[in-house]
């Protein structure tokens, strides 16, 4: 699939919800949901690769760009069910960031980015992922190292929008973030201790690459954790929802497998080309006109995985680039 069609099917009708946040998941019953996160994801793939996202006629994307300002505006951070989720809120600051970086800055964008920054600092110096009480027990609610994704909304937030201290502040969070067990048993080449979900795993390679790239954190091989991924890749070419545990009936997951070609593209590319080659056919079959499935038996199309498969495409055809990572 070409990463314009899914840049369609992305600012599709189907896909975009009466309050202007893009739909994360849909399925044929009709079913699904918006979400934020997607939204911000969204509008980083159009900032950052605008050829496949030409010509938005509707004004789709400045649609989702009002939409992360407005709740930037109204509760200074980004969430879902009244609460401010960290990851959340430095996605929509990325999001924000590169947008005023393609379309340029106002005064309402400003605003907003500084109002993030805020929170995201706020939130840090707390050590909490999720505001309020008696949280639901998910990985994503939980302090953890897939925080490290956070950093692309840190360094996409202009100098003069950030708050006293904040990249200091930010580093130190991240060095915490490292110090756990289980990140560093998969940069030594090893299997965590306990299960971990894919998914955030690769979010925390994802924000260790790029925290090294910016001098936030001192450099560490990422080659150990690579193989990891490929001892983890299953014989159709897709990774596995838990680092342990799966049985081989359960199926392999398309966000957790075009994030893992994304690594792999980063790392070395010629040394993983089997591995990124058969992750490829894997994301070619569940990929159609629909949209990509959530995994190959599944009739959830999810959009994080198809703005995270189009940038595949794009670095396919090109240079992988960190600093470029969604």
Sequence with gaps: MRPEALARWLLSERMSHPDGWVMSWYNGNGTGFSYPEASAYVLSAASTMPEFFKPDVSGRLNEIAHALIGAAAASGGIGKDGRIHLFDTALAADALGRWA?????DEALDSAL???????????????SVTGERLPERWSTQVGPYLLKIVQGILAIPDESRPEGFLEHMSAFFKQLTENGH????????????????????????GLARCQDAGLLSPRSLEGAADVLCELQRPDGGMPRFTQGDSEETSPMSDSTAQSMR?????????????????????ERIVDIDGPRYTIDSEDRTSWSAVFYMQVLHWLSGEASIRELI
């Design 101 to 105: 970086a393609h379309r340029g800055m």
């Design 263 to 283: 690594l792999w593209m980063l790392i070395d590319r010629s040394r993983y080309k089997s591995n990124i080659g058969a992750a490829s056919e894997f994301l």
């Design 114 to 128: 500084a109002q993030l920054a805020k929170t995201i600092q706020r939130m840090a110096q707390k050590r909490i």
């Design 183 to 206: 990140l560093n048993d998969v940069l030594d080449r090893r299997l965590p201790a306990d299960p971990m979900y894919t998914h955030s795993l690769c979010y925390a390679l994802e």
